[in-house]
């Protein structure tokens, strides 16, 4: 099946620090990728939808200066956590859709565990 | 009123047990439909589409109906390797975003 590469798995910081975690489709074109954030024993929360070539679409409640998307390539999108604080530690996935294969599904990165110290 | 409800469990069952996990959503826009599970700390893994006329896949049945805006997802001789939490999601919108549930935890015991 189609594989979504994220990395990195693990991230530790110092508050106020900026973190960039990427999401590389391995052996599809996703001209669509998004970035979900999951507290401990809730729901995965969709952030935004990235769209390559143009600007990402954030859901209600996501500070788009607060998390920068990129979505360069059809193969690379970037989360970039902008001055990290503790109440960003969470779980960060990201998935691509296969727009050649069947476009109703979604593959999931292996996800990010970001602890603000 | 949450977009998707599940009973959040935990179901304890014994091997071999069959076990149904049901779901509602409320965008009556969704147009596909997937069960996905999920390991504790880990990624969601797609279980299965989920498509109007049913449909199976080896041990896992998965039913919907369209009309009371219902998923079903049952599992027979249910195995230690089921242990997981089982997340309804429906995608809607031309971007096929995904909406999960919170989901529903199940643990297969010897």
């Known amino acids: 099946g189609a594989v979504v590469s994220q990395h990195p798995s693990w991230v530790i910081c110092k508050s106020g620090t900026s973190v960039k975690i990427e999401c590389r489709s391995l052996?599809?074109?996703?001209?669509?990728m998004f970035w979900y954030r999951q507290f401990p024993k809730q729901s995965l929360m969709l952030m935004a939808t990235?769209?390559?070539?143009?600007?990402?679409?954030?859901e209600q409640g996501v500070e788009k200066d607060k998390f920068l998307i990129n979505h360069a390539s059809l193969t690379l999108s970037t989360l970039t956590v902008t001055s990290a604080h503790p109440e960003d530690s969470s779980f960060y996935i990201c998935s691509a859709r296969d727009v050649a294969g069947d476009g109703n599904i979604q593959y999931f990165g292996a996800g990010t565990r970001l602890s603000v110290l | 009123r949450k977009e998707v409800e599940q009973d959040p469990g935990p179901f304890n069952v014994p091997e071999g047990a069959t076990v149904a996990f049901n779901c509602t959503y409320s965008n009556s826009a969704s147009q596909s439909f997937f069960w996905y599970r999920q390991d504790c700390r880990k990624e969601p893994k797609l279980l299965m589409s989920v498509y109007s006329s049913g449909n199976e896949d080896g041990r896992f049945t998965a039913q919907l109906n369209r009309a009371s805006q219902y998923i079903s997802l049952l599992i027979r001789d249910s195995k230690l390797s089921d242990s997981a939490t089982y997340l309804c999601v429906p995608s809607s919108g031309s971007a096929r975003q995904l909406t999960f549930g919170s989901g529903t935890q199940l643990t297969v015991l010897p």
């Open positions: 990235s769209n390559e070539g143009s600007k990402a679409t954030y």
């Open positions: 052996d599809f074109q996703a001209t669509t």
